[in-house]
T-cell receptor, first 112, second 111 residues
Framework: DQQVKQNSPSLSVQEGRISILNCDYTNSMFDYFLWYKKYPAEGPTFLISISSIKDKNEDGRFTVFLNKSAKHLSLHIVPSQPGDSAVYFCAASSPGNTPLVFGKGTRLSVIA | DAGVTQSPTHLIKTRGQQVTLRCSPKSGHDTVSWYQQALGQGPQFIFQYYEEEERQRGNFPDRFSGHQFPNYSSELNVNALLLGDSALYLC??????????FGPGTRLTVL
């Protein structure tokens, strides 16, 4: 039973446009959400996170939105750049240093 | 400031053998978690070590065991390797907060 779902295996976006990556979760105990970016042959790199007490967190070109009632979060990348092409993982954790639960990832391709 | 390091980078073993993977956490971090990432999947939690003790464990058999040393580095041991153990093994460290920082991983191939 997947607690974190990324329903789009892949996404293609033109350079300069907005990329929107989506993530849904089922566990109401999750209170912290993270996005990681992964290039081939590298480990996941932490990108941005959001606590359940917020509905938006912004860091440069990256913004994460959280809709708790819908159990849905999204990552917006504006403007998208070719270097953003990677696999993006959504992850969630519950209170108390619990392990991260990951989605299966979305492969983003930014086309020049 | 070195990030999380893992060794070896790649490893090829045969069924039934045993393997040990190593991890050094990011400076200042005292908690190490291990994850298995199969092809096309997200990382799956194996276990977490804090203060040299296994604090939490995921749904993995006893063939998977670990250790944390006083300097916070950690080892993952897998006994009686199966073909299905072929995966990328990721180590992540954290320092008290929910963010975890990952190493480059060890690619294990079981033939």
């Amino acid at each position: 039973d997947q607690q974190v779902k990324q329903n789009s295996p892949s996404l293609s976006v033109q350079e300069g446009r907005i990329s929107i990556l989506n993530c849904d979760y089922t566990n109401s105990m999750f209170d912290y959400f993270l996005w990681y970016k992964k290039y081939p042959a590298e480990g996941p790199t932490f990108l941005i996170s959001i606590s359940s007490i917020k509905d938006k967190n912004e860091d440069g070109r990256f913004t994460v939105f959280l809709n708790k009632s819908a159990k849905h979060l999204s990552l917006h990348i504006v403007p998208s750049q070719p270097g953003d092409s990677a696999v993006y993982f959504c992850a969630a954790s519950s209170p108390g240093n619990t392990p991260l639960v990951f989605g299966k990832g979305t492969r983003l391709s930014v086309i020049a | 400031d070195a990030g999380v390091t893992q060794s070896p980078t790649h490893l090829i073993k045969t069924r039934g053998q045993q393997v040990t993977l190593r991890c050094s956490p990011k400076s200042g971090h005292d908690t190490v978690s291990w994850y298995q990432q199969a092809l096309g999947q997200g990382p799956q939690f194996i276990f977490q070590y804090y203060e040299e003790e296994e604090r939490q464990r995921g749904n993995f058999p006893d063939r998977f065991s670990g250790h944390q040393f006083p300097n916070y580095s950690s080892e993952l041991n897998v006994n009686a390797l199966l073909l299905g153990d072929s995966a990328l093994y990721l180590c992540a460290s954290s320092g008290g907060g929910p963010e975890q920082f990952f190493g480059p991983g060890t690619r294990l191939t079981v033939l």
